[in-house]
């Protein structure tokens, strides 16, 4: 039984769509965390998202079976070798860091008085990023998801 084109083209696409779900909130919260915070393991976390865009596909894709492989750590907590799960993981894993990378940027671009005041008329922290960083860094949040998309949607025709 032979796959049509379009179903291959649809099953990518709804697997981008669903990668790109996970790595917006996620990614923006490692975004924030990365250039709001001071913590011990910063330049671990940065690394490790870092690492998709300079190690080889392959390379990656071996370390996704290691840890989720029937011998890795994750193999009992998640069942998904060779499953579409398996597929949006893949997705998420190489995207991440050009969300990230993308949000992190645009994040820092926003100009720290601005939530100042907010503070000091009395806006809660999820309301300073709710209502003032968060639409002030949207044009560069926008770049990072059409970015991630697109590199998920790369990773998907292999």
């Known amino acids: 039984m032979e796959t049509s084109d379009a179903a291959i083209v ?3 696409l709804q697997s981008a769509l ?3 779900a996970f790595v917006v909130p996620i990614g923006l919260a490692i975004a924030w965390a990365l250039g709001r915070l001071e913590w011990r393991g910063k330049s671990i976390v940065e690394t490790l998202v870092a690492m998709p ?3 080889p596909p392959v390379a990656t894709g071996l370390l996704l079976l290691k840890f989720f492989g029937r011998r890795g750590p994750l193999h009992g907590l ?11 993981i893949a997705m998420v894993v190489m995207s991440m860091p050009l969300f990230v990378r993308s949000a992190r940027v645009a994040l820092d671009e926003v100009n720290r008085r601005y939530e100042h005041v907010a503070r000091t008329l009395g806006a809660t922290e999820p309301r300073v990023f709710f209502a003032i960083t968060l639409p002030l860094a949207m044009r560069g949040i926008v770049a990072g998801t059409i970015l991630a998309l697109a590199r998920a949607i790369g990773e998907g025709r292999t």
């Open 10 to 12: 649809a099953f990518t």
């Open 18 to 20: 669903i990668s790109t």
């Open 53 to 55: 865009l300079v190690m």
């Open 78 to 88: 998640v069942d998904v070798i060779f499953t579409w799960r398996a597929v949006v």
